[in-house]
């Protein structure tokens, strides 16, 4: 492919003409996440003093618990300030595999353990190695957008799944199924999901891990929200007869310990591809933040009473919330089992879903992502985070039955 130049350099110098910067063809390939562009325009928006409510970002709104807190700070005076080794630091890759072994019912070894800065460097390392030019990767649609984009920037094909409404955004065990070819490498699975609050059951899990193990498929189980699931048991892949062997799980602290600023996940992977990710940690970021993996251990040895606060405090916000949408003529709207998000299908007010949310930030001052941001199979619906105060989502239910009455009209 041809190189092409930067178009954004800008001359301070009126001497200088900008400088035209060659660029690698591989940039194309790459997505990224909507919500933190919806996010400028709504803070924008805001400064120029208008009222906006944010149901667009993807982040609890607590503050990470205390003794979190005293834990960095503690560690910033103890000299927690140098490089680490770059798989993490040993005490908690060890708490990580012991706690990942105990929620998941499964032996995990600590040298399977890599920290990384956020529980995104997971997708891009799986991908960098497992996928070849060429190889398919089935993933969700609707999906975490940076799926497809890490997948593509690998050369990959994506193949989406599609996530059906009508099986409470679950999919259809032969549409996967047919999905499957000689060239699948890898199959990507979200459960508790984003952006739909969708849980994959046993029996959907069973479905893949059997095409797995049959066809030596590899799966990447993105089970960041597994804590936060309302209803029935977590249910992991990993757990599955012989899935450990081909399964990177993806976990992290950005959203159970509402650390998502901090930049703290991890993957537990196949012994085999452990030396090949440490490496790829050592070209790219050398280590994680070494007094953030302190506080990452009292965050996993510590008291656990705030999670379980948050989530209940995320179930009343849920329970109200979902309920006000279904009140609002042309939305419907499933109960969503986990993470902290809504999908409502909102096809019924005549707009596409890029439409509406443009229309909901400008008029209404509700910032929203359209369904479509996370994939094609998203047409038809929007995503709302209700990692909001009451009194907000109460404000912002008014604002969208405002705005689909004068749609309806
Ligand atoms: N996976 C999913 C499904 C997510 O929604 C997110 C964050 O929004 C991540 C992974 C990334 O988590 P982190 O902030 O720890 O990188």
Redesign the pocket.
């Known amino acids: 492919m041809a190189r092409r130049a930067a178009g954004t350099a800008s001359a301070t110098d009126a001497d200088q003409a900008p400088a035209a910067l060659p660029l690698a063809a591989r940039l194309d390939q790459l997505g990224t996440e909507s919500a933190f562009e919806v996010l400028a325009r709504a803070r924008e928006l805001e400064r120029q003093g208008r009222d906006v409510i944010h149901l667009e970002i ?1 982040e609890p709104d607590f503050d990470t618990p205390a003794h979190i807190r005293a834990a960095a700070t503690a560690a910033l005076g103890e000299g927690w300030t140098h490089y680490g080794p770059a798989a993490g630091q040993p005490e908690l890759r060890e708490a990580i595999a012991a706690d990942v072994a105990r929620r998941r019912g499964v032996p995990v070894a600590p040298s399977q353990v890599i920290v990384t800065p ?3 460097p997971v997708m891009f390392f799986t991908m960098l190695a497992l996928v070849e030019p060429g190889d398919e990767v089935v993933y969700p649609d609707p999906g ?1 957008p940076i799926y497809e984009s890490m997948i593509r920037f690998a050369g990959g094909r994506p193949v989406p799944l599609v996530l059906r409404e009508e099986r409470a955004f679950a999919f259809d065990p032969d549409e996967f199924l047919a999905l499957l070819s000689p060239r699948t490498r890898l199959i990507v699975l ?1 459960t508790p999901h ?1 952006p739909t609050g969708g849980s994959l059951d046993r029996a959907a899990l069973g479905v893949v891990a059997a095409a797995a193990r049959e066809r030596e498929i590899a799966v990447l189980a ?1 089970e ?1 929200y597994s804590r936060i699931l309302y209803a029935g048991e977590h249910v992991s892949i990993y757990s599955l007869p012989g899935l450990a062997e081909r399964t990177i799980l993806l976990d ?1 602290f ?1 959203k159970t310990y509402a650390m ?1 600023g901090w930049r703290l ?1 991890y993957g537990v992977f196949p012994p085999a591809l452990v030396p090949h990710v440490e490496r790829l940690m050592v070209n790219s970021v050398s280590c994680t933040a070494s007094f953030v993996q302190r506080a990452g251990l009292a965050a996993l040895q510590g008291p656990q009473d705030a999670v379980a606060a948050m989530v209940a405090e995320f179930r009343r916000r849920r329970d109200l919330f979902v309920a006000g949408l279904n009140a609002i003529p042309g939305i419907r709207c499933l109960e969503p089992p986990g993470a902290f998000y809504a999908f409502p299908n909102v096809s019924a007010l005549g707009l596409s879903s890029d439409a509406l949310a443009d229309r909901l930030l400008r008029e209404y001052g509700l910032a929203t992502l359209a369904g479509t941001a996370f994939g094609r199979a998203g047409e038809g619906y929007l995503r709302l985070s209700y990692a909001n105060s009451l009194p907000n989502l109460e404000a912002a239910l008014a604002r969208l039955a405002a705005a689909a009455a004068t749609l309806r009209a």
Do not use: M
């Open positions: 993807g956020g529980a995104k975490f979200n984003n993105d960041i992290g950005s998502t996940g």
